[in-house]
């Protein structure tokens, strides 16, 4: 069964446009996990602007299935989490002005040693880069355990030709991660209509999805969004 990993920062987004108490995260894993989440993603900002430190904590505490950090490859982090031990870290690119992940992480050679320090505490590394066959090598090279492929070029364009050319893309880039004994992931800009493509080429094992599936929420509830999304990635 394909799995889905369900980011809730936007549930904490919403929290913290008042500074309040609600809506509250840890409430949302719970209910995405009963409906079908196979792990439950947070990204840990360096300025806090959603997820906080004692979403991060509880949750280790908490959740049932696995859970999933994304964070920035600084040593803040890299502390942070070795002293919570997330089951996955997801290595992102962070702007602080920018509003969401723009773009996949540019692996260098000198970030073995930094993965390496974060597997050797327990935890399994995932890096979110662009669909680039000689960067996914360099992943390799590096240590990752995982790549999760970023798909939000895919998800922008409208041009069916440039839709085409672009899914050819992932999708060479997903059988070499396969080829390369990595896990293969699919995240960024995915929902209830252009997931389907994906689900077609048969090849990723996971997906993450968040923006889409709290959006669909605030109309049906949290728990048919999730529901409904398991349902489309093993379609």
């Known amino acids: 069964m394909i799995k889905l990993g369900v980011n809730i920062d936007h549930v904490a987004t919403i929290r913290q446009a008042r500074g309040g108490i609600e809506p509250e995260p840890i409430q949302a894993a719970a209910i995405a996990e009963q409906h079908g989440a196979d792990q439950i993603t947070i990204h840990l900002r360096e300025d806090r602007r959603h997820i ?29 989490a070795k002293d919570v031990k997330p089951d996955i870290v997801t290595l992102v690119p962070e702007k602080r002005e920018e509003l969401t992940t723009e773009g996949g992480l540019n692996l260098l050679p000198e970030h073995k040693d930094k993965i390496k320090e974060l597997k050797d505490a327990g935890i399994e590394v995932s890096v979110f880069i662009e669909p680039d066959l000689d960067i996914i090598r360099t992943a390799k090279e590096i240590g990752a355990d995982a790549v999760e492929i970023h798909t939000g070029k895919y998800a922008n364009l409208k041009d069916d030709e440039e ?39 048969d090849v990723f094992e996971e997906y993450n999805i968040g923006h889409s599936i709290i959006s ?20």
């Not at 509880?58 to 299935?65: G, N, S």
């Not at 991660?177 to 995915?190: F, I, K, N, P, T």
């Open 52 to 80: 906080q430190d004692r979403d991060l904590i509880i949750l280790r505490e908490t959740i049932q299935t696995k859970l999933n950090l994304e964070m920035a490859l600084t040593d803040e982090m890299i502390e942070i």
């Open 216 to 235: 669909r929420a605030v109309f049906t509830g949290l728990a048919e969004a999730v529901l409904e999304m398991k349902t489309l990635v093993n379609s």
């Open 163 to 201: 839709i085409q050319i672009e899914l050819e893309r992932i999708y060479d880039a997903a059988v070499l991660v396969e080829q390369l004994e990595m896990r293969v992931v699919a995240g960024h800009g995915l929902n209830y209509h252009n997931i389907h493509e994906l689900v077609e080429m």
